[in-house]
């Protein structure tokens, strides 16, 4: 877990780094011990009013794939830069006209012990057709604990960062340099 320093910095790295004219606005940068998400705005398609819902929705389609063609070689160059100074693994997306598509990005092994229970609520969602296998199953259902603790995780990570602020001023931090009145 980073803190809030840590996330604003990395987000100020990408903000500086990122070619002007690559996003509208970059909305989200995330991470986490494996991977740093970046996601941005583009244009929408511009479309005329009685444009049904079905061709709104293939021209954001089409734009997403046209832009994921089309700046690839800059992310990549960005990723790689990324990559060394952070040592984890960049993924890319988009926010057009309201969709949000992520590109190719990490999908990390968790390891987990389950007892039976818990084992026999991942295999009620397969034999129910809502996941394929239990990983499928678990990512489902941490996506539904997500979506509905969204408040509570926020203050848990809340309260981790403040654990790690008072860690560091614990009596094996360093402590702060002095310095002279000319500043060294």
Do not use: N, Y
């Not at 511009?46 to 832009?67: N, P």
């Not at 968790?110 to 397969?126: G, H, N, Y």
């Not at 509905?148 to 931090?173: I, K, N, Y």
């Amino acid at each position: 877990m980073i803190t809030t320093e840590q996330q604003q910095k990395l987000r100020g790295w990408f903000t500086g780094r990122l070619p002007d004219d690559l996003f509208e606005e970059l909305t989200e940068v995330t991470v986490d011990r494996e991977e740093i998400t970046v996601i941005g705005r583009i244009p929408a398609p511009r479309l005329a009013e009685e444009a049904s819902a079905g061709e709104r929705e293939a021209a954001v389609q089409g734009r997403i794939e046209e832009f994921r063609e089309r700046t690839r070689e800059d992310r990549i160059a960005v990723a790689r830069e990324a990559e060394h100074r952070f040592r984890r693994k960049v993924s890319w997306g988009v926010e057009c006209g309201g969709q949000r598509a992520l590109f190719t990005h990490v999908a990390a092994p968790v390891m987990t012990r389950l007892r039976q229970p818990e084992r026999q609520v991942l295999d009620t969602l397969i034999a129910g057709g809502v996941a394929r296998s239990r990983s499928d199953a678990l990512a489902w259902c941490v996506r539904l604990v997500q979506r509905h603790a969204d408040d509570w995780l926020t203050e848990l990570r809340d309260s981790l960062e403040h654990v790690q602020r008072v860690r560091a001023q614990g009596p094996d931090a360093e402590p702060p340099r002095e310095t002279t009145q000319d500043g060294e």
